[in-house]
């Protein structure tokens, strides 16, 4: 008990002759596998200590024996007993519990992970794959001998950061200004930056343009998201809203009074592609045409109102454009993208585009661009950084070295690190500065940014907690009155948002129309929100669904990502359906098909989890989506989407719908793999047709003699056109509205 105390381990149960401790929960710590393994060696020597007293006095040996293991557990509080508070549960409890059986008296046994993570810390002597109860594997195992005489360090996991002190990049920030120069001056410049996460690319950027605020020019930007690939044209659109300076709580006519009011200047032959920017923005634009219109004609006069923006608004003053996280792009901003660098070198614009390595951009290669990497900061530029978070000038070498060991060289880690440190009272202020409370080998500092930020969420109060986790559910960015809303927490709320605030965790980020905060770095959202378990992540994501329908009701298809997003995690199947659909058609009337087909993919994963209740459903999505599958020219795939609408018209008991699914199944054939496969497809539709299904007799017959035409039979196609000429004047006879899709298909 002492050697478990001792390592600030917790005991959650006395079995008898056995003990449980817990070590990193329900606290986490940043090296609790090392203190596990060193609390497991004490006790050993302790207790061999008292067996040779007991050894002494009789013929009875007393030994015990140790298993660990490390992973994550659930735990949970079960008593008022200070001694006694949590319990653990969960596949690492019984495999450190499989370990401990299979230890010899007197041995501590370990498993990899656990080695992995402690084992530079001690001399371990390897054992191999064990056989045990539950694992059909061997797993691998270790015996910890003793503790190594020296304590060595282990790299920091890459993260991003956030907001920190700005120190070094001179050389990027000049860069970027000289480059800024060239565009004002009419010769566009666009410029890629890249960077691992944390590395500095947002910060730079704002240093940047908080250099440029004496210059006379127009600054946009747009976010792409960790979400937001299947989310159609989502920075475009923030382009146009800061453009337009579009707020968040605008209705639609103030937004198009604010387009209409800016658009004013333009040209005559530019305005007429404005239209397709309201499009954009979800409003109405002013022409019936631009949403009746076929996608991919709109999506040309997008394109064409994209680059009308540009210039003319490079005309009145200079252009900063600046699209962040390119490796989260969406598919249509991509091709936006595209055709917008294309106009900037003629006109006095600067675009920056920031992603991280690893992604690989798809707008070529011009002699106007230009891309900077950034790399890791010397020692004493993290010296400084750690300097101006603690407000201080001078830092002894004992905590600067320790500091930049850490942190090697990235800003964020350096940040996180030198405030973990104070925050767990390892560093104290003395005499203008700071100075280690503890001996320098006692210091334990988090080895990854992950566990730093958790060990900083675990230290919240309760209801401080409570807070981050609930907006970690809505998302990286969140809205204090949508937090307000699915909150059930006693305190006030905004009070906590500002002590979240100050500890810098998430910060504001719009003030009007209404206050709205983002963590501070993804990571941090990551890490809050990996800290529910998964019955209570379902339930908040049905609150955050159901409150963002009721407070954005009047503007929802804005939403229909989001409300896909969180009726799915919350296995809401139904709605999590309903919405993904409606995605997926926002999307096809977006033109952006990969989107589409995504959305539709995932739609028909749910009518899995449904079952027979949703065949219905299942069989129109499918359709959808073979019908984008066709259009983008994958046949052979459009082919396997009409399968499955074959099987649920047959599961439905629908012939109309088998034979017209059995048709199209017929046509992709006969355009993809399979021309002779197809054609009898199509006759085994025409088959059905003949039970009595005018409509697919008509079709079927217009296909076979379409395809005999294609294929150089002129004298086969004829009799079958005639016919399916004669069907279709019958059909509009009994009903002349009677028109078809797939006819028209």
């Known amino acids: 008990m002492d050697a478990v105390h001792r390592y600030e381990g917790t005991v959650t149960s006395f079995t008898g002759d056995g003990v449980m ?23 050993q020597r302790s207790l061999a200590d008292y067996s040779e007293e007991v050894r002494r006095k009789g013929p009875i040996e007393c030994r015990f024996r140790v298993g660990l293991n490390t992973g994550p557990v659930v735990v949970g509080k079960i008593s008022d007993n200070l001694d006694m508070d949590y319990t653990a549960l969960g596949d690492t409890v019984n495999l450190a519990s499989r370990m401990e059986e299979a230890a010899e008296p007197g041995q501590v ?18 054992l191999g794959g064990l056989m045990v109860k539950g694992k059909s594997a061997p797993v691998v195992a270790y015996r910890a001998v003793r503790e190594k005489p020296a304590v060595r360090t282990r790299l920091q996991a890459q993260a991003e950061r956030g907001l920190t002190a700005f120190v070094g990049r001179e050389q990027e920030l000049s860069f970027l200004r000289g480059y800024f120069d060239q565009a004002k001056r009419g010769r566009g410049q666009v410029v890629f930056i890249t960077g691992e996460a944390g590395l500095g690319k947002s910060r730079l950027l704002l240093e940047f343009r908080r250099s440029l605020l004496d210059e006379p020019l127009k600054w946009l930007e747009g976010h792409c998201i960790s979400y937001g690939k299947r989310i159609p044209y989502l920075p475009i659109s923030d382009l146009i809203k800061r453009n337009f300076l579009v707020e968040e709580g605008d209705n639609d006519e103030k937004i198009v009074a604010k387009v209409d009011q800016g658009t004013s200047g333009w040209d005559e032959a530019t305005r007429q592609t404005v239209p397709y920017l309201k499009y954009l923005l979800n409003v ?57 660098v294309d106009a900037v070198r003629s006109t006095p614009t600067l675009m920056v585009l920031t992603y991280r390595p690893g992604y690989t951009h798809s707008l070529g290669d011009r002699t106007y661009f230009s891309r900077l990497a950034l790399g890791h900061l010397p020692a004493e530029e993290s010296a400084a950084i750690a300097e101006r978070v603690l407000h201080v000038g001078h830092l002894p070498e004992q905590v600067v070295s320790l500091i930049t060991s850490k942190g ?53 109060e309760q209801e401080a907690k409570e807070a981050i986790q609930l907006a970690s559910v809505i998302g990286r960015e969140f809205t204090s009155r949508l937090l307000n809303r699915i909150s059930d927490i006693d305190a006030k709320l905004d009070d906590l948002l500002v002590d979240l605030k100050k500890l810098e965790l998430i910060y504001e980020k ?29 339930n908040l994501h049905r609150m955050v669904g159901a409150a963002i329908e009721e407070l954005y009701a009047d503007r929802l298809p804005e939403q229909y990502e989001a409300l896909a997003h969180h009726y799915q995690e919350a296995q809401d199947w139904e709605k999590a359906l309903d919405y993904l659909e409606k995605a997926g058609d926002k999307a096809v009337a977006a033109y952006a ?18 079952g027979l209740d949703a065949l219905k459903p299942a069989a129109a999505v499918a359709e959808k989506r073979g019908f984008v599958n066709f259009g983008i020219g994958a046949p052979d795939d459009a082919a396997k989407d009409f399968e499955r609408v074959r099987e649920c018209a047959q599961m439905l ?61 002129f004298d086969e196609s004829r009799p079958f056109l005639e016919r399916a000429d004669e069907l279709v004047q019958s059909l509009a006879t009994r009903s002349p509205s009677a028109s078809g899709r797939s006819w028209a298909a």
Request: net charge negative.
């Open 109 to 126: 046994y370990m498993t990899e992970e656990t080695h992995r993570l402690a084992g530079d810390y001690f001399e371990c002597e390897p």
């Open 284 to 340: 109405d634009s002013g022409d019936e045409a631009v949403a009746a219109m076929d996608p991919m004609e709109r999506r040309a006069g997008i394109l064409d109102g994209l680059r009308a923006l540009l210039t003319q608004e490079s005309r009145k003053r200079p252009l900063v454009i600046l699209i962040e996280d390119l490796h989260w792009v969406d598919e249509k901003s991509e091709e936006a993208l595209a055709a917008i």
């Open 593 to 610: 098909n990969q989107d589409a087909l995504d959305y539709y993919g995932r739609a028909l994963e749910v009518c899995e989890k449904i």
């Open 653 to 713: 008991g629908d012939r109309r719908q088998e034979g017209f699914a059995l048709g199209w199944i017929g046509i992709m054939n006969a355009w993809g793999s399979d021309p002779e496969g197809g054609e009898a497809k199509i006759r085994a539709a025409l088959e059905i047709g003949d039970e009595g299904y005018d409509d697919l007799r008509a079709v079927t017959t217009f296909w076979l003699g379409s395809l005999s035409r294609i294929y150089g039979k």
């Open 21 to 43: 401790a817990l070590f990193g929960a329900p606290i986490a710590h940043e090296d609790g596998a090392r203190r596990a393994v060193s609390a497991a060696l004490e006790m």
């Open 408 to 460: 090697e060289g990235n800003p964020f880690y350096v940040e996180e690190v030198t405030k973990a440190l104070v925050e767990s009272g390892i560093l104290r202020p003395s005499n203008g500065s700071y100075a280690l409370a503890r001996p320098l080998d006692q210091v334990r500092v988090p080895d990854t940014i992950q566990e730093v930020i958790l060990s900083r969420i675990d230290r919240l």
């Open 510 to 538: 719009d003030y009007f129309p209404e206050l709205s905060y983002m963590f501070k770095h993804a990571l941090t959202h990551d890490v809050a929100y990996s800290t529910l378990l998964l019955e209570r992540r379902k």
